[in-house]
């Protein structure tokens, strides 16, 4: 099976936050894609991190090291289809590249962005999220 993973999980797996072991769980067995807009989005984030002081350089450059070492399947979405999601949603691109490529492989989205899967539903997109 398929599942379409966004920044939020991977950044999660990597810097070994509470919801890994759960998102590993869920994610075992399983082909992992994404669209290639993640590894700006994951840089991005960890950048967010230096900002607030909660990561290092070091640190950072330990989990791109295990992020690039888990199998993705990095794919390209059609971004006409993509901006037409977000211009239905209301949303940036980046999170409809991943409605896009969970509806081009007809694949599951997984995410802790809650307002993501919400718009995941609306699209029909099938959601795995983490309990809490």
Same mark, same amino acid.
């Given at each position: 099976?398929?599942?379409?993973v966004?920044?939020s999980?991977? %950044?999660? /797996?990597?810097?070994? *936050? +509470? ?6 769980r869920?994610?075992q067995g399983?082909d992992?894609?994404?669209p ?6 994951i840089g ?7 900002k607030?002081k909660?990561?290092?350089l070091?640190?950072a ?5 295990i992020?690039t ?5 990095f %794919?390209? /979405?059609?971004?006409? *289809? +993509?901006l037409k999601i977000a211009?239905?949603l209301g949303i940036?691109a ?9 509806i ?11 307002v993501?899967?919400?718009h995941?539903?609306q699209?029909r997109?099938r ?6």
């Amino acid at each position: 099976m398929n599942i379409v993973v966004d920044a939020s999980v991977m %950044v999660a /797996v990597v810097a070994n *936050e +509470s919801e890994k072991d759960a998102l590993i769980r869920m994610t075992q067995g399983a082909d992992l894609i994404a669209p290639n807009s993640i590894h700006w989005e994951i840089g991005n984030a960890f950048s967010a991190m230096f900002k607030r002081k909660r990561i290092t350089l070091a640190q950072a450059q330990k989990a791109i090291e295990i992020y690039t070492s888990i199998p993705i399947n990095f %794919v390209d /979405v059609d971004i006409r *289809e +993509s901006l037409k999601i977000a211009d239905e949603l209301g949303i940036y691109a980046y999170d409809a590249y991943l409605l896009q490529c969970a509806i081009k492989f007809a694949s599951p989205l997984i995410s802790l962005d809650r307002v993501l899967l919400a718009h995941a539903r609306q699209k029909r997109i099938r959601v795995m999220e983490v309990s809490q």
